[in-house]
């Protein structure tokens, strides 16, 4: 049988399906835990008493490795004959066949370092939320593991829309980079000089009242914190105001 491709959605969530469509369910969380993990490095091949130290920390080596044997089985099961041997095992280690998987957390990566405008676009879609998010297997060393990760790809998350939101705005894609601004927003709300350039991507698209707004939430998040906006905000403010104020839409809100 022609080898099919494994996709797996791994940033959000946890979602595996073959390339022609047919969706693969990983029934244990520690079988989907453990195809991520081996996923995320797909180059890399792994000690077996590594990985079972990794899942079964608490469990003496032997009784471990057994755990991570029937796993392995309950996942092999799982997958569909075409992708069957994307799981490579031997009596010491397991890995990933690379070319036969395709995870979305490992094409962000890919696109982030490419950096063109495009490639930070494809990016910033497939960033969904945290890698795994929902999946708690209650093994320390994995959840410390998953938790650096999460961290590092949403680092990485930022520093991809940071970008995009200032290619777009110099390429002058207005409506684009209001939504780039907007995410940037949704994954680390306290980036004031964010909110200061939607006061500016608002203006020029005379939406006076979208740049109150978005200083009121600026004022009412920084205020949570017990913080007030940089002087530089406020500023801000004060040199938009005559627009709004000239524009037919200052009812909408009062300045």
């Known amino acids: 049988m022609a080898m099919d491709g494994l996709i797996l959605n791994l940033l959000g969530g946890f979602r595996a399906r073959i390339e022609s469509g047919l969706a693969v ?34 469990m003496r080596q032997d009784r471990a490795r057994h755990c991570l044997r029937q796993t392995v089985f309950v996942l092999r099961a799982a997958l569909p004959e075409s992708v069957s041997t994307v799981l490579r095992t031997d009596a010491d280690m397991l890995s990933v066949h690379e070319p036969g998987v395709s995870v979305d957390a490992v094409t962000f990566e890919r696109l982030a370092r490419d950096g063109t405008i495009g490639s930070l676009q494809e990016a910033a879609t497939l960033y969904r939320g945290d890698l795994l998010s929902g999946i708690d297997v209650g093994e320390e060393a994995f959840e ?19 970008r995009l939101l200032a290619l777009q705005c110099e390429a002058g894609a207005t409506d684009s980079a209001i939504q780039s601004g907007l995410r ?5 709300p306290l980036q004031e000089l964010v909110y200061r350039a939607l006061m500016r991507l608002y203006a020029g698209a005379g939406r006076p009242g979208a740049v109150v707004r978005q200083y009121q939430a600026c004022v009412k998040m920084l205020a949570e914190l017990g913080l007030e906006p940089e002087l530089e905000t406020t500023e801000l403010l004060r040199e938009l105001i005559p627009r709004i104020r000239r524009s037919a839409l200052l009812a909408e809100v009062p300045v």
């Not at 961290?151 to 991809?160: F, G, I, K, P, S």
């Not at 940037?184 to 680390?188: I, S, T, Y």
């Open 184 to 188: 940037l927003l949704a994954l680390d």
């Open 25 to 58: 369910t990983v029934p244990t969380r520690k079988g989907r835990a453990l195809l991520a993990y081996l996923a995320c490095q797909p180059a890399e091949r792994h000690f077996r008493d590594a990985v079972a130290a990794l899942f079964w920390g608490n």
């Open 144 to 162: 410390d593991w998953l938790r650096a990760e999460r961290e590092r790809l949403h680092e990485l998350a930022l520093e991809v829309l940071a």
